[in-house]
């Protein structure tokens, strides 16, 4: 049974006849050719704009219908993908009475083509590259080409019409159908329907078709509430978590989880009031080269108790051959998809879609939400609980809000909107009965003017844009490769190596008249010790207390950010997300493994031994299969990775000691002349300091309290080089000054002390040089220059996973530091 239009609907459907019919009486006062071409570029092409769930196709089939009665019209309504050709000739064949279905592959002869006849289609299937193309474009034993059928009803008295149905994706796109559209079928009448029409696309049609107008017929969202016809509104829900636990946090299924919870809510009021309708949940997954999108959706809602044979997927590797009939198979619950699905697919039983997907696109945001907007049938008019106005999005990324936002925003500007032919334009007599068509300027029609001409599409041999009708997914436009020949390509210049002589070159012996040692400690970790660390390290490291709490943690803390898309309401409430195990077990490999001293295996083992036992002791023996215990583990490196760290420090301190460096140089040279130092041991500034250490040293060597007695720059990876075994650093530190103190009481009063600019003071290696302490010469001294004003100490918070400024440096805290 026909759906009764309702009342805009029916408003749309009689002005966009009107605006046609207008156009057709003026094609029949004219018999020349520019007359002809100058009406249609004015008054034959309309554009239809409305929200999902307006009922954009019944207005565009009504306006075919009533408007073909009693007239020659042969229309060609294309789809936007073939997995909706099937949903499109549903819809005519029970909704239009006056229209009848013709396949454009089998029925192309001359004798069965009659007024009103709709031939459903896509771009792909006669304006592409491919197999199906061909096919209806060539002549075989029973049937024309469609390039030459067209012509032959055309010389009969029959105009054309096309529908572009989402007409977004329509042939702009490519070459081929466009000069299909152009060359071949030239309608008369030109109808695109669109919830998403940009300014810029309609003026690119325009150009590459010869428009010079596009009229409007626009139905604003607030007449499809008013009508029933769509949602209240869209409400999005995101989670966020705080730093330490994003990393770890099982996002989608997350996501998953909440939005299950949701699609139960609302079956559940379903029942509770006697409607009987089972809701559908959509899953819309990314695309991801390196794992099964599909089947990790599937696998999360399994572990939620979704069952197998309640699960539908369609993609275009993929393809649900019966989609439309599974939309209304209430034994289908939940529907994993693409790209594919968000394009045009009619499921008003859809409340709630979960979406993987990372994009922030508008376009996106708008398909995204139309999936939901509609209101079934069997709600429509009747009285319904605020869980059943709104449809639902619940995102796995939380950015993804913004684009939706912005669609809603779109959808929300679209203002009920009627046309009328163009006032361009008047048919005027030239001489004797002949009429033609003229342009008007300030009211006049103009009898000296240039008929313009179409543009002609470019035809190219390039690989097919539109999707075949055995694949869903649409295609890119193909963009050639360009390279400019204006200039080769030249190899990078490659620096000169000039030959010095040792005479051009300035020395600075080391300095006898200041005491300090002729080699440096460095810490070092024998092969004979490294053999005993790692028991060391899982017999040192903390089990106990908050640590041992989190092996059996599946949930972390998040906020439920809820979103109203129209009104821009926001609720916010504590809930849980989901932890990814497979990003905790990543974590805690790249913990196990961040100390090249150490061999992560045997390590590993080793603790998987300790963790053994202490799930003994506790009494958890029910919980010690091998994956439980290597996730428990997994956990304990993943979010205290200070324990291991903490054993591995307090581990090295037993097993590290100190070794002479190899002895500093006699002298230092360099290419130019340095500045004199008093308490440098060369007895220069050395040349490569950095602002801040320059400024550093200048203090150092100012020095009237008698504190500093030498000091020196520390050079990386040398054989003389003063270095710490850092157990969290994938190297060793070095410290940048090695500084002899007076009264210090380290091995030959030595104080080393690193310098921190802004941008590096609480980097992660930073954190861990930080808290450094050497051997021989104890606690290294971090300095930070601050505000470009004073020098103040560096120290880990109490956590110690940040840096923060200490005291102001002054010469009295070297000592005792």
């Known amino acids: 049974m026909p759906i009764p239009l309702k009342a805009f609907q029916d408003a749309a459907i009689a002005n966009a006849v009107e605006f046609l019919d207008a156009a057709y009486h003026q094609l029949t006062l004219v018999s020349d050719q520019a007359s002809r071409r100058k009406i249609i570029q004015h008054n034959g092409c309309l554009l239809i704009e409305a929200p999902t769930g307006a009922g954009k196709t019944l207005i565009a089939g009504h306006t075919a219908e009533r408007f073909s009665h009693g ?18 000739i549903r819809t005519i064949k029970s909704e239009f009475q006056g229209l009848t279905v013709k396949d454009p592959r089998k029925e192309r002869t001359v004798d069965s083509v009659k007024s009103g006849d709709v031939f459903v289609t896509t771009w792909g299937t006669v304006a592409a590259n491919n197999a199906e193309s061909r096919k209806a474009r060539t002549r075989s034993d029973t049937a024309l080409s469609l390039d030459e059928l067209v012509p032959a009803l055309k010389s009969l008295g029959y105009q054309f019409g096309v529908i572009v149905d989402e007409a977004h994706h329509g042939f702009k796109k490519a070459p081929e159908a466009l000069s299909f559209y152009m060359n071949v079928l030239a309608p008369e009448y030109t109808i695109m329907v669109t ?14 078709t010869g428009f010079v107008e596009v009229h409007k017929i626009a139905v604003s969202r607030r007449d499809c509430v008013d009508a029933d016809l769509i949602k209240a509104g869209v409400k999005a829900i995101a989670f ?87 939309a209304k198979d209430d034994n289908i619950r939940v529907l994993i998809f693409k790209v594919a699905v968000a394009l045009g697919f009619d499921c008003p039983r859809a409340f709630t879609l979960v979406s993987m997907r990372r994009s922030r696109d508008v376009d996106f945001g708008v398909q995204v939400v139309g999936r939901i907007l509609r209101v079934h049938r069997l709600l429509q008019g009747k009285p319904r609980s605020d869980l059943l106005k709104y449809g639902y999005v619940v995102l796995a990324d939380y950015s993804v809000q913004e684009g939706l936002t912005q669609a809603a925003d779109r959808l929300k500007s679209i203002e009920t909107q009627l046309t009328d032919v163009s006032t361009n334009l008047a048919i005027v007599g030239i001489s004797g009965e002949a009429m033609e068509a003229r342009t008007l300027t ?12 179409p543009p002609s ?21 193909y963009i050639p490769h360009l390279v400019s020949g204006s200039k080769p390509v030249l190899p990078a210049a490659k620096p000169l190596l000039v030959s010095k002589t040792a005479s051009s070159d300035k020395f600075y012996d080391l300095r006898t008249d200041l005491e300090f040692p002729k080699a440096l400690q460095k810490e070092v970790c024998s092969a004979e010790m490294v053999a005993d660390l790692a028991a060391c390290i899982a017999s040192q490291m903390k089990l106990d207390g908050e640590i041992m709490n989190v092996v ?53 083992d080793l603790l998987i031994k300790r963790l053994k036992e202490e799930f003994i002791r506790n009494g958890w023996s029910g919980n010690d299969s091998p994956q439980e215990v290597e996730d428990a583990l997994n956990l304990i490196l993943a979010t205290h990775p200070e324990a291991l760290r903490e054993a591995k420090r307090r581990s090295y301190s037993k097993f590290v ?161």
Do not use: C
């Not at 020659?72 to 997995?83: M, Q, T």
């Not at 460096?661 to 300091?689: M, Q, T």
């Open 71 to 88: 007239k020659k019209i042969v229309w060609f309504w294309f789809a936007p993908f073939a997995g909706l050709v099937e949903q499109s």
């Open 195 to 208: 919830a998403t029409p940009k300014d810029k696309d309609i003026e690119a049609f325009k150009q590459n």
């Open 240 to 326: 966020l978590v705080d730093e330490e636990a994003k990393n770890i946090t099982d996002f989608e299924k997350t996501a998953i989880r909440h939005g299950l919870e949701k699609h139960l809510a609302i079956e559940n009021e379903f029942e509770k009031t006697g409607i009987n309708l089972k809701p559908l949940l959509l899953v819309q997954v990314d695309s991801s080269p390196d794992r099964d999108t599909v089947a990790d959706a599937k696998q999360k809602l399994l572990e939620l108790g979704v069952k197998s044979s309640q699960i539908a997927i369609h993609t275009a590797q993929d393809p649900d051959p019966d989609l439309l009939a599974m």
């Open 442 to 453: 300030n009211g006049q029609p103009s009898f000296w003017e240039e008929t313009l001409e």
């Open 457 to 477: 599409p470019q035809h190219t041999a390039e690989p097919d844009y539109y999707e075949s009708q055995t694949d869903g997914k649409p295609q890119q436009p």
């Open 552 to 604: 059996h943690r599946r949930f972390s803390q998040a906020i439920k950010r809820t979103t109203e898309l129209f009104e821009g309401h926001v609720d916010t409430e504590k809930a849980i997300a989901d932890i990814s195990m497979k990003e905790i077990a990543l974590k805690a490999q790249r913990v196990l493994f961040e100390d090249e001293n150490i061999s992560g295996r045997p390590l590993h």
């Open 657 to 817: 000691e100190t070794a002479p460096a190899a002895p500093l140089p006699l002298f230092i040279s360099s290419e130019k002349p340095l500045e004199p130092s008093r308490l440098n041991i060369y007895g220069v500034f050395p040349d490569g300091l950095t602002s801040d250490e320059r400024n550093f040293v200048l203090m150092l060597d100012s020095d009237t309290t008698g504190t500093v007695l030498w000091w020196h720059r520390n050079p990386q990876q040398k054989p003389y080089t003063v270095s710490l075994v850092m157990p969290e650093l994938k190297y060793d530190f070095h410290p940048d000054f090695v500084i002899g103190v007076r009264g210090r009481k380290t091995e030959d009063n030595i104080l080393l002390l690193e310098i921190k600019g802004e941008p590096f003071m609480d980097m992660q290696q930073s954190v861990v040089k930080a808290r450094a302490v050497h051997k021989a010469y104890k606690r290294v001294m971090m300095l930070h220059w601050h505000n470009q004003k004073q020098w103040q100490t560096v120290v880990n918070d109490n956590k110690g996973l940040h840096n923060h400024l200490d005291q102001v440096f002054r010469f009295d805290l070297m000592p005792m530091y």
